[in-house]
């Protein structure tokens, strides 16, 4: 009796060690969940991240359509070191030296006017800068299938089809669906964050999502890693973006973007002011400076003078360009000026060779009097050449 007595006792002491054990792990556990980073896993981040990246779509789209202004401020931190830049002309093995720009380093200034519809984008630009938007760069259009610009000041204008997942920072884009959409090509973000192996994070109603590279992708930003944070407060749109990459083991930032979504009607979010940083990124050799932001660029929407999902009108997505205009056709592969008849033939011209596709219903251009007097020309000189023929058979046989 007295060995069975024991026996009891020490199993009644284990099941109020474990429970007291379990009441304690408990709470302790769900105070830690409270304080840390809440992170899940495979199986739980997968669903996490497609309720996120879903809610981040609905929020975008909500926006179907706008007439807006902004301005873009340039502030240069870093400039290259004068001293640098002479031995670099010697040797361009050189790396990249900068040096604090000084107080007298003029700021530049952008005013645009962008609409917006379902994909489709027009930029106008008013005061624009030199550099990375182009000299005299006037309008820059996005029809859903070609991008279009068009230089004023240079009378030239260029025509490319290859977008989808554009260069943010070589070519000229349209700098306000940088804070919340994914350039031409993607609606948001959305796609670009399923197509890879993606993690989720929460933190404190923000949700921070890693975005790994794409090597097998031929699109020129699946080659960088993205990190955005969504707000869940801010119909799950961006607060922060950030590209980078790997050069030589070390991760090497390419641009980061901050936004600041404010509720422009009810239910309806929008990014209203926002940055984006350009840090220092050199491949090889590589710059002593490497990750040190060299400059930054401001936006700041006009909410005044700016409209959100309103009607647009069909030919703000449709661009003439002026007669004289010297336009270079990458996705046809040709140069052309714009005439009455130099457009003309050259578009006949690729027509005949099937580089150019006729939508159903279009009529391709007609030919020019020209070319029809000339086309008649030669069928006169072969019907007199085919009489002549015959005439020289008959009275050979006499």
């Known amino acids: ?67 807006l202004r902004y301005r873009m401020e340039e502030t240069v931190y870093l400039v290259e070191d004068p001293a640098n830049s002479e031995q670099r002309k010697a040797d361009a093995n050189q790396p990249v030296r900068y040096i604090p720009a000084g107080p007298d380093t003029p700021k530049r200034t952008f005013r645009s006017r962008q609409w917006f519809d379902r994909g489709r984008v027009r930029v106008e630009s008013y005061d624009g800068w030199d550099g990375s938007f182009g ?53 948001t973000y959305a796609e670009f964050v399923r197509a890879r192996k993606s993690s989720c994070t929460k933190i404190d109603g923000l949700y921070e999502v890693i975005a790994p590279p794409l090597p097998e992708a031929q699109d020129w930003l699946s080659k960088f890693t993205l990190k955005v944070v969504f707000d869940s407060n801010r119909n799950y749109l961006p607060t922060r973006l950030e590209f980078s990459d790997i050069a030589r083991g070390n991760v090497r930032p390419i641009v980061q973007i901050t936004s600041e979504p404010e509720e422009i009607l009810p239910g309806v979010w929008a990014p209203t002011q926002g940055r984006l940083i350009f840090p220092v990124a050199q491949y090889a050799p590589p710059s002593p400076d490497n990750g040190k932001p060299y400059a930054m660029f401001e936006l700041a929407v006009d909410q005044e003078r700016s409209r959100f999902n309103i009607p647009i009108p069909e030919e703000q997505f449709v661009i003439d360009f002026p007669v004289g205009t010297l336009v270079n056709d990458r996705p046809h592969d040709v140069t052309y000026r714009v005439g009455a008849e130099t457009q003309e033939g050259t578009l006949g011209q690729l027509i ?34 085919g009489i002549g023929i015959m005439l020289n058979r008959l009275f050979a046989r006499k």
């Open 1 to 67: 009796m007295r060995s069975l007595a024991m026996h009891a006792f020490r199993w009644m002491t284990l099941v109020v060690r474990r429970f007291i054990s379990r009441s304690i792990c408990i709470p302790m556990a769900v105070l830690m969940i409270g304080f840390a980073p809440q992170t899940y896993a495979d199986s739980e981040t997968e669903s996490e991240l497609d309720r996120v990246i879903s809610e981040h779509d609905r929020g975008v789209r909500a926006v179907a359509t706008y007439d």
């Open 135 to 187: 000299e005299g760069q006037r309008v820059l259009l996005w029809d859903g299938e070609l991008q279009k610009s068009f230089n004023e000041l240079k009378k030239s204008a260029f025509i490319n089809a290859n977008q989808r997942n554009s260069s943010i920072t070589g070519e000229p884009v349209p700098f306000y669906e940088l804070f919340y959409r994914a350039v031409f090509g993607d609606y």
């Open 352 to 385: 005949s060779d099937g580089r150019l596709r006729v939508r159903p219903g279009e009529a391709p251009a007609g030919p020019s009097p020209r070319f029809r007097y000339l086309v008649l020309l030669n069928i006169a000189l072969l019907v007199v050449a």
